[in-house]
């Protein structure tokens, strides 16, 4: 365990499912972020939270809803998703958002739409 | 935007040997780059973080180095080892983007016993 937990691992969901991947550090961080992974395509970073709110989001479709109840802590919801959502979602945190380096990243969870 | 790219995509060495993995990118205004592991169906382990001001970090059998003229930077592995078997991304932190790393899509390692 690297210290950022996701659950679940796998996730397989129909396109008219509603569920939740969750993300968890007892790092200390003040940041967190979802990224998502696509095969042969970049890391693309999804959501960035600081402090519980949100500083970034990345033009992500509105079938995504990140939610940061406390700086532990970091959803996302998911529903109505697309069969192309179908990717590696990886929470990562940080000491601050501002400075970049010093993430820790979860495992992932990796997510089919069908 | 900023691109990264990485050459080459997979890559299969005999244990032992010396290799090279190569990370471009189109805007030089660059804060930093790193390079990360990762290991299949696991998320990234930050190997070696390169500031803009330097040239290169070393750590154990890894080497990075950092041209940013070029928009070029390289991950050296020294005697390769089985375990070294993962893929490899690079990212760099652009000036004018806030917060946002800009992955490349990675080099897969193989390294045959």
């Known amino acids: 365990e690297t210290g950022v937990t996701q659950t679940p691992r796998h996730l397989v969901m129909g396109m008219t499912n509603k569920k939740s991947l969750k993300c968890e550090q007892h790092l200390g961080h003040n940041a967190m972020y979802w990224y998502k992974q696509s095969a042969k395509k970049p890391l693309e970073l999804m959501f960035v939270?600081?402090?519980?709110?949100?500083?970034e989001n990345n033009s992500v479709p509105s079938r995504f809803s990140p939610e940061c109840p406390n700086s532990s802590h970091l959803f996302l919801h998911l529903h109505t998703l697309q069969p192309e959502d179908s990717a590696l979602y990886l929470c990562?945190?940080?000491?601050?958002?501002?400075?970049?380096?010093?993430?820790?990243f979860g495992s992932g969870t990796r997510l089919t739409v069908v | 935007k900023q691109e990264v790219t990485q050459i080459p995509a997979a890559l299969s060495v005999p244990e032992g040997e010396n290799l090279v993995l190569n990370c471009s990118f189109t805007?030089?205004?660059?804060?930093?780059l790193q390079w990360f592991r990762q290991d299949p169906g696991k998320g990234l382990t930050s190997l070696l973080l390169i500031q803009s001001s330097q040239r290169e970090q070393t750590s154990g059998r890894l080497n990075a180095s950092l041209d940013k003229s070029s928009g070029r930077s390289t991950l050296y592995i020294a005697a390769s080892q089985p375990g070294d078997s993962a893929t490899y991304l690079c990212a760099v932190r652009t000036r004018g983007t806030g917060n946002q790393f800009y992955f490349g899509t990675g080099t897969s390692l193989t390294v045959i016993p």
């Open positions: 939270y600081s402090l519980e709110e949100r500083v």
């Open positions: 805007d030089s205004a660059i804060y930093n």
């Open positions: 990562a945190s940080s000491q601050d958002h501002l400075v970049g380096y010093g993430y820790t």
